[in-house]
Every structure is written in structure tokens, then in C-alpha cells.
């Protein structure tokens, strides 16, 4: 009988003990995002360069940019290479609102346009607009998984890497994982995936951060050549493809 009993009560206790480390874990996770949202609070401005990728289902699309933020919200974006057409030499610019100003590369980059932020010329493959794929965008779909979904922090040497899953995918926009890599050191991201099912439809390599250099407005015009801010003893990303 004592047996009987004991064989019934170890998959409860089993049961809590998972209970208590996701718990534990979602705790660790909450702790995290808040010591990134607080480093992320510090930093004025930030130039990278990002290797992207992403797919539809049928299109596949790689691009290397060089992305630069100031606070507010204002982001320009340099395409220094890509796999579609008029691809390298891009460069959009968002001030705010709803537009994008900017021209296509190669024989198209006299040609100055203003399109909506979600305009087929201003988005990834996948619909993404400028404001969608930033650290300030990204850090927000994490925290709302401690909300709506849960998320399993782990660690690497050098990395806090986090794994959140939605209650709802359909909810989520059909992403049913998103898994973000942050220095231990800088809590700076580093690398972001997303998921469809276990289908990786999404991924971003940050890397060569300058953090609040100081750029001027003037670098949120598409006409301005960022090289022209070292005159100013500016640090600026390097224009040249790695």
C-alpha cells in the first residue's frame, strides 16, 4: 500500500518540481529583460552592421546593411549587398510616422522616392517595416511573451540566450518561436531567430556596434554619405563589404 502510494506521488512531485524551475526560470528571464531594457536606456544612438535573412515559403531573401538609430525612432538603413535586383546600394531612411524616403541601387539611385513604411520597397520580404526589425522592436516582442507565452533563458559562454514561445501562434502572427542571443557583457543583441513551426523563416546577425558616437541629423537624409561624418571625429561604420 505505502508502495502504491509512493508510485502515485512521484509524478506529482515530478510535476510541481517543473512547475517550480519554469517558474523559476520565466523569474531569471523577467530579471534579464529588465537589466537589457535599463542598458538599452543609456544608449542614444547605435550604428551596426546586420546579415539578414528571411523567407516567405517561396522567396528567399539575404541582405548585409549597415543600420543606424537615434532616439527618438529615427533609422537609416545602407543595403551594402543583397540577392534581389537594385539590391546593393539602397538606402531608406525613417524620421517617424508612416514613410520611408530613399532610392533602389545600381541605375535607380538617382531617383528619390517617399513610400508608405509598409510599401513592398521599404519592407523585408516577409512585410517588415524599419520600426519592425530594430533592438528597440525586437526587445519588445520578447517582453511580451512573459505575458503571452513563456521563455526558457540558457547560457553560452559569452551569450544569454533566450527561447519564447507564444500561447497562441495565431496570435503571434504564425511565429511559434523567436530566439534572441545577448552579450553577457554589452546585454546587446546579437542575434535573433523566428520560427514557423520548426521552420526558421527569419534570422538577424548584429555585429561592429559604435554605440552613441553621436550622429547628427544630418545622417537621416538619403543623400548624405556617412563617410562624410568623419570629418566631424565621428566613428562611422565602415561602407565597404566584409
Known sequence: MKRLF???LVPIFLFFLV??????NQESTGLLFEKIKKNYETIVDYQCRIDTFCTDGKRIEKRLLNFYFKKPRMIR????????LFDAGSVGVFQGGDTITGHKGGMLSSI???VHKKSPFATTLRGEAFDEIDMEAVLSYLLDYLKNGACLLMEEETSYIVSCVPNDEKQNNGISKDIAWFDKDTLIITRFQRYEGTTLVQEAKWR?????AGIPDKLF???????QL??????VLNQEVQ
Open 77 to 84: 538603413i545602407d543595403l551594402l549587398k543583397g540577392n534581389q
Open 221 to 227: 537624409d538619403p543623400l548624405f554619405d556617412p563617410e
Open 112 to 114: 528619390l522616392m517617399t
Open 208 to 212: 561592429d556596434y559604435i554605440i552613441n
Open 6 to 8: 509512493l508510485k502515485r
Open 19 to 24: 512547475v517550480a524551475e519554469t517558474l523559476a
Open 230 to 235: 568623419q570629418k566631424d571625429n565621428i566613428p
